[in-house]
């Protein structure tokens, strides 16, 4: 089971941290992150860890704004969100299995709202 939290309601230029704790799902699957899905849109992946790589991988439309770490003490992942743009708005999902291919996540989060204000 894959439990998010710490969305909510922020003005542009803000900031947000989520945190994915991971209960009966070992932090040994790769990869490890999370999606977002904007209003009337598809699931995307935003940040992912990959641990047969020596970076994360992220989307362009996130580089130099969000930060994602791995919290071994508590199979946790956690997503720092800085600079938020009204365009970040959407439901957040950890995910795990894959970063940009839907079909190809194994374990998928509640997912938990952001929504970001101009």
């Known amino acids: 089971q894959l439990v998010e939290s710490g969305g909510g309601l922020v003005q542009s230029g803000g900031f947000l941290r989520l945190s994915c704790e991971f209960f009966?799902?070992?932090?040994?699957?790769?990869?490890i992150g999370w999606f977002r899905q904007a209003p009337g849109k598809e699931r995307e992946g935003v940040h992912c860890?990959?641990?047969?790589?020596?970076?994360?991988w992220y989307d362009v439309s996130v580089k130099g704004r969000f930060t994602i770490s791995r919290d071994n003490s508590r199979n946790a992942v956690h997503l720092q969100m800085d600079s938020l743009k009204p365009e970040d708005t959407g439901i957040y999902f950890c995910?795990?299995?894959?970063?940009?291919?839907?079909?190809?996540?194994?374990?998928w989060g509640s997912g938990i709202q952001v929504t970001v204000s101009s």
């Open positions: 860890l990959r641990e047969s790589r020596n970076t994360p």
């Open positions: 009966g799902v070992s932090l040994d699957y790769n990869p």
């Open positions: 995910a795990v299995g894959a970063c940009v291919r839907r079909q190809e996540v194994s374990s």
